[in-house]
């Protein structure tokens, strides 16, 4: 079965630092990766996706992502983080065939200004 | 645009009621899913529509839980003789498609509280 695993429960980071968030799945077919940030009080939103090509890829608000396959890593980059970028970030994965998204279990940021 | 719609946004009944949650996707989104979040499972997925079809179903927890969409539109998430550990909060996404990169866009969820 597929499963997704983020490396850290609660990461805490002073504005400016630069974050990495980790994320490795389990699957071995055709997969397309996404990472999801929820702000306190609102909905789910997509920060990025990737499905081939440059395995580096840009998303909003300066986020970026690498793909790393020979890893299964698909782990989550902001070179300077903002107090605004404080939020619940989920990587997730799904089949490229299929509906469903798997999620993991979700990193807590806290960016202290 | 609208974004996806749920009602209620919050929900408290007494254990053993029966709950119905309502989705309203986004206009021309042909796929839509179920999922709940809750404190102990993370984000789990529940069940998929593609059109008025459910290809995928495997998340229900239990013959409690049942789901239907009419129209390729509307979709109502049903939980008979709720538990206690029903408790979560149910969100609905629905996308263009269900195949490939097509993001899936997020309502704000329903809280539901059973006491």
């Known amino acids: 079965a597929q499963s997704v695993s983020q490396h850290n429960h609660h990461v805490i980071l002073s504005e400016a630092a630069s974050l990495e968030l980790g994320c490795n799945y389990s699957?071995?077919?055709?997969?397309?990766l996404f990472w999801y940030v929820q702000y306190p009080g609102q909905h789910l939103q997509l920060l990025l996706k990737?499905?081939?090509?440059?395995?580096l890829v840009k998303g909003i608000k300066g986020f970026e992502a690498e793909f790393i396959k020979s890893k299964f890593s698909f782990n989550l980059r902001k070179p300077s983080v903002q107090w605004s970028d404080t939020a619940e970030y989920f990587c997730?994965?799904?089949?490229?065939?299929?509906?469903?998204?798997?999620f993991g279990q979700g990193t807590e940021l806290s960016v202290k200004p | 645009g609208a974004g996806v719609s749920q009602s209620p946004s919050n929900k408290v009944t007494e254990k053993g009621k029966d709950v119905e949650l309502r989705c309203d996707p986004i206009?021309?989104?042909?796929?839509l899913y179920w999922y709940r979040q809750s404190l102990g499972q993370g984000l789990e997925f529940l069940i998929y529509f593609q059109g008025n079809s459910a290809p995928d179903k495997s998340g229900l927890p239990s013959d409690r839980f049942s789901a239907e969409r009419t129209g390729g539109s509307v979709s109502t998430l049903t939980i008979q003789r709720t538990q206690q550990e029903d408790s979560a909060v149910y969100l609905c996404?629905?996308?263009?498609?269900?195949?490939?990169?097509?993001?899936?866009?997020f309502g704000d969820g329903t809280r539901l509280s059973i006491l």
């Open positions: 990737y499905f081939s090509g440059d395995p």
């Open positions: 996404a629905s996308s263009a498609g269900a195949v490939g990169l097509q993001p899936q866009h």
């Open positions: 206009s021309g989104h042909t796929a």
């Open positions: 699957y071995g077919g055709t997969v397309n």
């Open positions: 997730a994965v799904k089949e490229n065939q299929g509906g469903k998204l798997i």
